[in-house]
């Protein structure tokens, strides 16, 4: 692959995958553009002016989709939705669904380094490209195509906000029972799309371990698994 240069046919079903006919296609070029490839091709700019705006662009609209279409969730719960989408592995999980990879532009060590499955490099790019989408057509456009890939994104992850957050009541327990604050030891293993993390937790003499998808499902599991382990506090151990 010539990483000097755009791959038409994959900026092509990446427009697709945003639902978006550039005006300037210049600007999905250049949200292409790693700061790898800006080094080796002394280009004047990489892509990371467009991921600050398409960051900007994309807190904007998923806190306004959390507002407008989830008005029964409190403030917590709307900040949990919003950061359960809003991280570089969800970032990166859509990055993947619109194809994005094979239209980065990488350098050549960045590419034989497998820098088109970087989580980093995938949520970055993935957010220049909402940049790229906001300078080509406005904010109107921008707000529909974005809320198009993220709603969907939002409604799979609210079951896992509604549920308990094992973590906190697992720390809340600990210190009613005297016990240190829980510690976490997270490994993981896999390549970078389909990663499987492990995490143990110790609190006192109790240890757990769970494992997940990511590093808070691992962590929530082994904080369940840990609570089954601790006794229940009575009701004047506070």
């Known amino acids: 692959m010539d990483v000097s240069h755009p791959d038409p046919d994959a900026l092509a079903r990446l427009a697709t995958g945003f639902d978006h006919v550039f005006a300037d296609p210049s600007l999905l070029i250049r949200a292409m553009q790693h700061r790898s490839w800006q080094a080796e091709n002394d280009a004047p700019e990489s892509n990371e002016r467009l991921e600050f705006l398409g960051d900007a662009v994309l807190g904007w609209v998923v806190a306004d989709i959390a507002y407008t279409s989830f008005a029964d969730l409190p403030e917590g719960r709307l900040t949990d939705l919003r950061k359960s989408v809003v991280n570089a592995n969800a970032l990166a999980a859509l990055a993947r669904e619109v194809?994005?990879?094979p239209a980065l532009m990488?350098?050549?060590g960045e590419d034989a380094a497998?820098?088109?499955?970087?989580t980093s490099i995938l949520s970055d790019a993935f957010e220049a490209v909402i940049g790229a989408v906001?300078?080509?057509?406005?904010?109107?456009?921008?707000?529909e195509k974005v809320k198009r890939l993220m709603l969907p994104a939002m409604r799979r992850a609210l079951p896992d906000i509604d549920?308990?957050?094992?973590?906190?009541?697992?720390?809340?327990r600990a210190s009613r029972l005297g016990s240190p604050a829980p510690r976490y030891d997270v490994t993981s293993e896999g390549p970078d799309h389909a990663k499987t993390f492990t995490a143990r937790v110790l609190v006192g003499?109790?240890?757990?371990?769970?494992?997940?998808?990511?590093?808070k499902n691992a962590e929530q599991q082994a904080a369940q698994r840990a609570l089954a382990l601790l006794p229940v506090p009575s009701p004047d151990q506070n």
């Open 106 to 108: 990488l350098g050549r």
């Open 114 to 118: 497998g820098g088109r499955e970087k």
């Open 163 to 172: 549920s308990l957050d094992a973590k906190t009541v697992l720390q809340e």
């Open 134 to 143: 906001y300078l080509d057509a406005g904010p109107t456009v921008a707000y």
């Open 99 to 101: 194809d994005l990879g």
């Open 205 to 215: 003499s109790v240890s757990a371990e769970g494992t997940g998808p990511s590093k």
